[in-house]
Structures are given as C-alpha cells and as structure tokens.
C-alpha cells in the first residue's frame, strides 16, 4: 500500500496551520492517515492541529492491543475524544490558545476496510471503478443548511458562509465524532485533505486528475498545483493512498 502526503501554505496565507501524519512502521496501528486543519489566532491553530494529532497517537499508544481488546473503531473514537478534551484543556491554559480549534479527518484501513472518524470540515474521498464518492459530511454552516433544506448543495459552494464550521475538536469539553465505514476494492484511492483543496478545486476535477495519473506522486502534487493555480486562498493538505489487496 503506497500513500503519499503534503501541507503547504497555499498562495494568501502567512501561515500554514494544517498538519497530517501517515503511520510508519513503528506505528501500533499501521496503514492510519490524518489531515488536521487548525484555527485560532497567534498561531494557535498550527498548536491545535499538531497537538490533536499527537493526543491522538497518545490515546492509541496506551489503549491498543491489536484488537485483542474491543473493536478498533471504538478506539479511534475514543481517541478522537481524547484529543478533544486535551485540545479543550489547552486552549484554557493560556490566554493566547484561547478559541483554538482544529478540524481532523482520520482514515484507517484495515484489511479491505476503510474506517473513517471525522470533525469539522476536512473530508476523506475514495476515488475508483465505481466512482469519486465523499465518505464524509462537513460540520459546516452551509451542510446543516442543505441538510434541512434552506439551501441546495450548488447554493453552498459558492455561499459566502461555507468556511464557517459547526464542530471542531478542542472548542467544547464533549464532542460526537462521525464514524463512517467503508469497503474498498483493489486499485481504489483514499484521498484526505483540508478544504484547502476542496474550495478551491471541484470534485469533478479531482476525479479527473486522479484518473489521469498512474503515478501516485504526480496526482499529489498536480491537485495541489491546481488548489494554487485557482487562487491558493487557504493551507493546502493532502493525503492519497493506493490502495492494494495484501496477501
């Protein structure tokens, strides 16, 4: 399985407050992928999407056997939780962490399975035979207006409220994180990004790029090339994973 993995600043922004990890060998849980994407002023979302990550990891480190103790699904939710409460407790401690946030998408693929647990509005995508389909809901102002009918989808792209997001870790105490599970098929990508790119190239787009190129690092860098080419407004992050039946 061969994933690849970049952040960058993006054309308007003085900062780049994203992050994302892929999992390494030492890893307990392995073939694990995150986009994190901060918020706050005084650099505290770049605080708040490293940290997120690294309270995750935590979390995972000292509760995860490999299975042998529960469902890993219920570990990742747990560790989501975890990482908010920790993010919460920071953004208390000092005053110019005060209101820092972050997003966090996190894909795990386990077997021919792709367990997905999500806040906020950075998405995870699997891209192959049967299509481009969006595993994840954004926790946005505009979703919750599509999901109750005062707005259509094509009236939320383009909305001037789009980035204003409903959930994100660290900005409460308690938060319900989504869970969504998937099945994939060989030659399937994952795709995981911050709405860096997602705001500024459409999904038919990315589709397309996707389809066009074998080579999984060429797809990486030409979506990020396309987020800059449209205007670059905001920190770009992506991550894509080919993924491949282990035998």
């Known amino acids: 399985m061969e994933a690849v993995g970049e952040s960058v600043r993006g054309l308007i922004r003085q900062n780049n407050e994203d992050s994302f ?3 390494g060998s ?4 392995k073939n694990l992928y995150i986009v994190a994407d901060g918020m706050g002023g005084h650099n505290a979302g770049e605080v708040a999407s490293r940290e997120a990550i690294g309270y995750f990891l935590e979390y995972i480190n000292e509760n995860y056997n490999d299975g042998q103790d529960g469902d890993l699904a219920d570990c990742l939710v747990g560790a989501l939780s975890y990482s908010n409460k920790k993010i919460y407790e920071r953004s208390k401690s000092r005053e110019n962490l005060e209101g820092m946030g972050t997003t966090f998408t996190c894909g795990v693929i386990e077997g021919s399975r792709l367990i997905v647990v999500h806040i906020g509005d950075s998405r995870a995508y699997i891209f192959g035979k ?3 389909k969006q595993v994840t809901s954004d926790h946005s102002y505009v979703m919750e207006m599509v999901r109750h009918g005062r707005m259509t989808e094509e009236e939320a792209k383009d909305h001037p409220k ?3 997001i409903t959930k994100a870790i660290g900005t409460n105490g308690d938060i319900e994180a989504d869970l969504f599970i998937e ?3 060989e030659g399937d990508y994952v795709l995981i990004c911050s ?4 705001t500024m190239v459409k999904d038919e ?3 397309e790029i996707l389809s066009e190129n074998t080579n999984i690092n060429e ?12 205007g670059g407004k905001d920190n770009i992050s992506v991550v894509l994973i080919g993924f491949e039946v282990e035998t």
């Open 183 to 185: 099945e994939l098929k």
């Open 219 to 230: 797809s990486l860098k030409r979506l990020i090339s396309e987020a800059n080419k449209n």
């Open 195 to 198: 709405d860096g790119l997602t």
């Open 130 to 132: 049967n299509g481009f």
């Open 26 to 29: 030492n890893d307990k849980i």
């Open 162 to 164: 789009r980035n204003i």
């Open 205 to 207: 787009t990315i589709a």
């Open 21 to 23: 990890y892929i999992a």
